[in-house]
């Protein structure tokens, strides 16, 4: 199957700073990937979706200001999390779409502000 | 109130039972997947449904998707200790669209 890379796969930082996530088709294109957040014990939340050549699309209630997403190839997408405070603290998915609409997730970002 | 409800939330069986987790919405879905995750992973892509009335089997995983394209049911048959984990549904509206996900069921398989 196909193969979906992020990295790093666990970052602490402290709050104030800035942690970029990188998301990476391995053997497929990607026009679209997507973004999630999942807390503990609880679903997937999508974040926003990242077109490759264009803006984003945030889902309601996610601060674009904040959680800056750059899709500059077909194979990456970046997701920034600006000024991060402890609350910022979760278990970060992204996966990406194939052309033939299956989406494959990556193995997740653990991001501690402390 | 979540587009797409799973249930159990929980649930928790000896070794060799069977078992079956719900994925009920009041909307019609062109596509439906199951997802298997464990902790400190990604979501695992386990089966993609697309016409009423569909099943499909992995092995001792039967899925169903309902004749209406609302609904779907994930059936275990013998569990094992290795299918402990969360599963969850998702469901995409329309053909390129975004994936909506189901709360998750989390599923332990006791020895």
């Known amino acids: 199957g196909a193969v979906v890379s992020q990295h790093p796969s666990r970052v602490i930082c402290k709050s104030g700073t800035s942690v970029k996530i990188e998301c990476r088709s391995l053997?497929?294109?990607?026009?679209?990937m997507f973004w999630y957040r999942q807390f503990p014990k609880q679903s997937l939340m999508l974040m926003a979706t990242?077109?490759?050549?264009?803006?984003?699309?945030?889902e309601q209630g996610v601060e674009k200001d904040k959680f800056l997403i750059n899709h500059a190839s077909l194979t990456l997408s970046t997701l920034t999390v600006t000024s991060a405070h402890p609350e910022d603290s979760s278990f970060y998915i992204c996966?990406?779409?194939?052309?033939?609409?299956?989406?494959?997730f990556g193995p997740g970002t653990r991001l501690l502000v402390l | 109130t979540q587009l797409l409800e799973q249930s159990p939330q929980f649930l928790s069986i000896q070794e060799g039972e069977n078992l079956t987790v719900y994925c009920n919405s009041s909307?019609?879905?062109?596509?439906l997947q199951w997802y298997r995750q464990e902790p400190g992973e990604g979501p695992v892509l386990l089966v993609t449904?697309?016409?009423?009335?569909e099943v499909k089997k992995l092995k001792r995983l039967t899925f169903q998707f309902g004749d209406a394209r609302k609904d779907s049911s994930l059936h275990i048959t013998a569990a094992q200790p290795g299918d402990t984990g969360l599963y969850l549904c998702a469901g995409a509206r329309a053909a390129g669209n975004k994936l909506t996900f189901g709360g998750g069921t989390r599923v332990l398989v006791k020895p």
């Open positions: 449904v697309v016409t009423g009335g």
């Open positions: 990242s077109n490759e050549g264009s803006k984003a699309t945030y």
């Open positions: 909307s019609v879905f062109s596509s």
């Open positions: 996966s990406a779409r194939d052309m033939g609409e299956t989406q494959y």
């Open positions: 053997d497929f294109q990607a026009t679209t």
